[in-house]
């Protein structure tokens, strides 16, 4: 069955709590949470300590996906705060990747690497071994609510051809214009975790919205 994770950067911000129960009671997997600095990406979000106060209102795991520069200056501080994946960009970390990594197991969590939609797999394959999730960008980072962009589906392909020649277990995880046919191309392409933003935020119904993506085949 698929994964999914809700992200909250299409959420009522004024309303946080009452979007976590929703979030927490859907079925879903993991809490997607987006941290941008307005350096790396041309927006802004929250830091760690409102991600602590979140992981108080919400049980499922924190999937923290850091779209921030120089993200080894905060892995202590999210870690605390309550991660259990934190997934630093490759765009980000072009010098010291190795040494991100080795900080984010250090600190009890597990590492994940993101690439944009315009980064070829073939830049993250020597670390492949060493992780234990894949964030393929299936948008440009910044803003929710953006179409899916198709050619993103050729990097993840090759991501799930390595994971099966080499008997790996990282996860494939999508995030960026989520809807049911988006996420069918992503899963049969060999995605295992869709994160859905505005889809679930909008959505009437999302525990059947849930419940259909993770029946996804």
């Known amino acids: 069955m698929t994964k999914v994770g809700v992200s909250i950067l299409s959420a009522d911000y004024m309303n946080f709590t009452t979007e976590l129960k929703s979030i927490n009671q859907s079925g879903a997997e993991y809490l997607h949470l987006d941290i941008m600095d307005g350096h790396f990406v041309p927006n802004m979000t929250f830091g760690p300590e409102m991600v602590r106060q979140m992981s108080r209102e919400c049980s499922l795991p924190l999937d923290v996906h850091l779209m921030i520069e120089k ?37 009890g969590c597990k590492p ?56 790996l277990s990282y996860m494939i995880e999508v995030d960026g214009g989520i809807n049911f046919s988006t996420a069918a191309d992503c899963v049969n392409s060999g995605v295992d975790l869709l994160v859905a933003g505005s889809f679930f935020i909008d959505s009437d119904n999302k525990n059947e919205l849930v419940k259909e993506l993770q029946e996804q085949i």
């Not at 990747?97 to 984010?104: F, H, N, Q, R, T």
Request: charged letters at 30%; proline letters at 3%.
């Open 71 to 107: 993200p080894e200056r905060f892995i202590k501080e999210f870690a605390e705060a309550g991660a259990e994946i934190i997934t630093v960009h490759y765009e980000a970390c072009l010098n010291n990747l190795d040494e991100v990594l080795s900080s984010i197991k250090e600190h």
């Open 112 to 167: 994940g690497i993101a690439i944009n939609p315009d980064t070829s797999a073939e830049k993250i394959k020597k670390y492949i071994s060493e992780i234990d999730l894949i964030l393929q960008m299936t948008v440009f980072p910044g803003f929710g609510g953006q179409k899916f962009i198709e050619s993103t589906l050729d990097n993840i392909k090759q991501l799930s051809k390595w994971r099966e020649e080499e008997n």
